[in-house]
């Protein structure tokens, strides 16, 4: 399954923009799909998560309550609606897919499947 991420842009503080990722040669039934995100000289950090197990969705605390993860079948995407945009999102923006265990679900090595990058570029 080949992964592409989509919908990164340049964007005021306050604002919303709302990335896709697409799964060609395969859907994302089977797996977790997990949003992760680079800022510019910093490690890859989880963002959030739609589980395979249970269907429940995780996010780390810094976009809970802005973010939405959120799998559209239809499509065959797992999009992830970021609202309140902030300078310090700025990041390339990575989806992945994987069966790690809910405990590690935030861990990056878990995921084996990545898709290329999209930029997200907060100003502020």
């Known amino acids: 399954v080949q992964l592409q991420a989509s919908g990164g842009g340049l964007v005021q503080t306050g604002d919303s923009l709302r990335l896709s990722c697409t799964a060609s040669g395969g859907t994302f039934r089977s797996y977790t799909v997990g949003w992760f995100r680079q800022a510019p000289g910093m490690q890859r950090e989880f963002v959030a998560a739609?589980?395979?197990?249970?269907?429940?969705?995780y996010y780390d605390d810094s976009v809970k309550g802005r973010f939405t993860i959120s799998r559209d079948r239809a499509k065959n995407t797992v999009d992830l609606q970021m609202n309140s945009l902030k300078p310090e999102d700025t990041a390339v923006y990575y989806c992945?897919?994987?069966?790690?265990?809910?405990?590690?679900?935030?861990?990056?090595?878990?995921?084996?499947?990545w898709g290329q990058g999209t930029l997200v570029t907060v100003s502020s």
């Open positions: 992945a897919t994987g069966r790690p265990i809910i405990s590690v679900i935030s861990n990056s090595m878990l995921y084996g499947n």
């Open positions: 739609s589980a395979v197990q249970n269907m429940h969705t």
